[in-house]
């Protein structure tokens, strides 16, 4: 069997099953989700020795020890797994819901309703956690799913994507709805992403690397961000114990993710009384610093470097913050329009005016006021659980949660009405 054939069986087999995800009521997707909690805990022993070979293997090969870590399964991981397959089964199910309708004056009557998308195909690195996860978020959605993580975790994969096809079967539904891509061929999923008939939307989730290939590739739509580049104004009338302990958050808290911060902006008139302390405790944490020449004039006695160009427009994913001084709130938006990814921006201000400002004019899909940026995440908006975060204006923006594996449709009734 060529790779072809092998992708098109693949979305093949997926798209005839999603008529039935799509005609499933919650309860029997919650059913489905409840044994797929249930096939992971009583699975353990096969997943956890399916892991052990993928460790084996990836300790010989010398993969990175935080990817040894991405990598490994335990049985607390499982059991956190699991849970977090029964808090999406808790989830209000969008498929269905009615967003709103009218009557018009000839009495035809509109309404526009979600229901899922189709096919959604995940492609990821090598954390097999997302394989339950994805598979969760998607089938409860009503979506039929095809999962490809990285060739590190294949057999851990295919391990857990038995027990979702299990799952699905015990709940009377198509084992084909959710389906782990079974060999580790790269050129599958090119030839995957060449199947727009087939497949509705493809959600890329790793590094911008995996991003950009899946993108440049895929004929479907593809749910991205490219770039977390994500900045902090502290403006003139910010309270600055609370600024100082938001950027220390957003920098340090975990600084490999796509929502910390990278570029901290203050605001001229409080720059003297805000950065040498501030500076002083981001160099107490760890973290490198890299100033234009107006904060350097601040940063006397602490170790910083120049920062150039190159570092407006940069994500770290490390401990490194580039820092600069601007002159107002009009220098501080354009900064942030000008190099930021359109992902996560925050305004830290008492002045209601300054904020609302801020949040009107930055164009991010999350713009915060107040607020640590890493806060920008599906859990913590209450969507439950995200299937990644988006930075492209159409169909879903932000953190993306059981709503944004949907899309609407318009039903419509009347009693013979015609067009005149």
């Given at each position: 069997?060529?790779?072809?054939?092998?992708?098109?069986?693949?979305?093949?087999?997926?798209?005839?099953?999603?008529?039935?995800?799509?005609?499933?009521?919650e309860?029997?997707?919650?059913?489905?989700?409840?044994?797929?909690?249930?096939?992971?805990?009583?699975?353990?022993?096969?997943?956890?020795?399916?892991?052990?070979?993928?460790?084996?293997?990836?300790?010989?090969?010398?993969?990175?020890?935080?990817?040894?870590?991405?990598?490994?399964?335990?049985?607390?991981?499982?059991?956190?797994?699991?849970?977090?397959?029964?808090?999406?089964?808790?989830?209000?199910?969008?498929?269905?819901?009615?967003?709103?309708?009218?009557?018009?004056?000839?009495?035809?009557?509109?309404?526009?309703?979600?229901?899922?998308?189709?096919?959604?195909?995940?492609?990821?690195?090598?954390?097999?956690?997302?394989?339950?996860?994805?598979?969760?978020?998607?089938?409860?959605?009503?979506?039929?799913?095809?999962?490809?993580?990285?060739?590190?975790?294949?057999?851990?994969?295919?391990?857990?994507?038995?027990?979702?096809?299990?799952?699905?079967?015990?709940?009377?539904?198509?084992?084909?709805?959710?389906?782990?891509?079974?060999?580790?061929?790269?050129?599958?999923?090119?030839?995957?992403?060449?199947?727009?008939k087939?497949?509705?939307?493809?959600?890329?989730?790793?590094?911008?690397?995996?991003?950009?290939?899946?993108?440049?590739?895929?004929?479907v739509?593809?749910?991205?961000?490219?770039?977390?580049?994500?900045?902090?104004?502290?403006?003139?009338?910010?309270?600055?114990?609370?600024?100082?302990?938001?950027?220390l958050?957003?920098?340090?808290?975990?600084?490999?993710?796509?929502?910390?911060?990278?570029?901290?902006?203050?605001?001229q008139?409080?720059?003297?009384?805000?950065?040498?302390?501030?500076?002083?405790?981001?160099?107490?944490?760890?973290?490198?610093?890299?100033?234009?020449?107006?904060?350097?004039?601040?940063a006397?006695?602490?170790?910083?470097?120049?920062?150039?160009?190159?570092?407006?427009?940069?994500?770290?994913?490390?401990?490194?913050?580039?820092?600069?001084?601007?002159?107002?709130?009009?220098?501080?938006?354009?900064?942030?329009?000008?190099?930021?990814?359109?992902?996560?921006?925050?305004?830290?201000?008492?002045?209601?005016?300054?904020a609302?400002?801020?949040?009107?004019?930055?164009?991010?899909?999350?713009?915060?006021v107040?607020?640590?940026?890493?806060?920008?995440?599906?859990?913590?908006?209450?969507?439950?659980?995200?299937?990644?975060?988006?930075t492209?204006?159409?169909?879903?923006?932000?953190?993306?949660?059981?709503?944004?594996?949907?899309?609407?449709?318009?039903?419509?009734?009347?009693?013979?009405?015609?067009?005149?």
């Amino acid at each position: 069997m060529t790779i072809h054939t092998k992708a098109l069986e693949l979305a093949a087999a997926a798209a005839e099953a999603a008529p039935a995800m799509a005609r499933a009521g919650e309860a029997k997707k919650n059913a489905a989700l409840d044994r797929l909690a249930h096939h992971i805990e009583s699975g353990a022993k096969a997943i956890l020795a399916a892991n052990a070979r993928d460790m084996k293997a990836a300790r010989t090969d010398g993969l990175a020890p935080a990817m040894l870590d991405r990598l490994r399964l335990d049985k607390p991981r499982l059991r956190a797994i699991a849970d977090g397959v029964r808090q999406v089964a808790a989830l209000p199910d969008p498929a269905g819901r009615v967003i709103d309708g009218w009557t018009r004056p000839n009495g035809m009557r509109l309404r526009r309703v979600r229901v899922p998308l189709g096919v959604v195909f995940v492609v990821f690195e090598s954390r097999p956690n997302v394989t339950a996860d994805a598979a969760a978020l998607c089938l409860k959605a009503g979506n039929a799913c095809i999962l490809r993580g990285g060739k590190e975790a294949i057999h851990s994969n295919l391990a857990i994507g038995k027990a979702v096809a299990d799952a699905l079967a015990d709940a009377g539904l198509p084992r084909e709805a959710g389906q782990v891509v079974p060999v580790t061929d790269r050129e599958l999923v090119p030839a995957l992403l060449a199947l727009d008939k087939q497949i509705d939307l493809v959600v890329p989730r790793g590094g911008k690397s995996l991003i950009q290939a899946v993108t440049a590739a895929s004929r479907v739509p593809v749910l991205k961000h490219l770039d977390g580049i994500c900045h902090i104004f502290v403006d003139a009338a910010a309270d600055l114990g609370q600024a100082e302990a938001i950027v220390l958050n957003a920098k340090t808290n975990r600084p490999s993710t796509c929502n910390a911060v990278e570029t901290l902006l203050v605001h001229q008139s409080v720059a003297a009384r805000f950065l040498p302390g501030c500076l002083k405790a981001l160099r107490a944490a760890g973290v490198e610093l890299r100033v234009d020449a107006r904060a350097k004039a601040f940063a006397k006695g602490i170790a910083t470097k120049v920062a150039t160009e190159a570092d407006w427009s940069a994500e770290y994913n490390d401990l490194t913050l580039a820092v600069a001084v601007v002159p107002d709130l009009d220098h501080a938006i354009r900064h942030v329009n000008l190099y930021g990814s359109k992902h996560t921006d925050a305004i830290v201000t008492r002045d209601v005016l300054a904020a609302a400002r801020f949040q009107s004019e930055v164009d991010s899909s999350s713009v915060m006021v107040n607020v640590s940026t890493r806060l920008s995440d599906g859990f913590e908006y209450g969507l439950g659980a995200e299937i990644g975060i988006s930075t492209d204006k159409l169909h879903a923006r932000g953190p993306v949660g059981l709503e944004g594996l949907t899309t609407y449709k318009w039903l419509v009734d009347g009693e013979g009405q015609l067009r005149l």
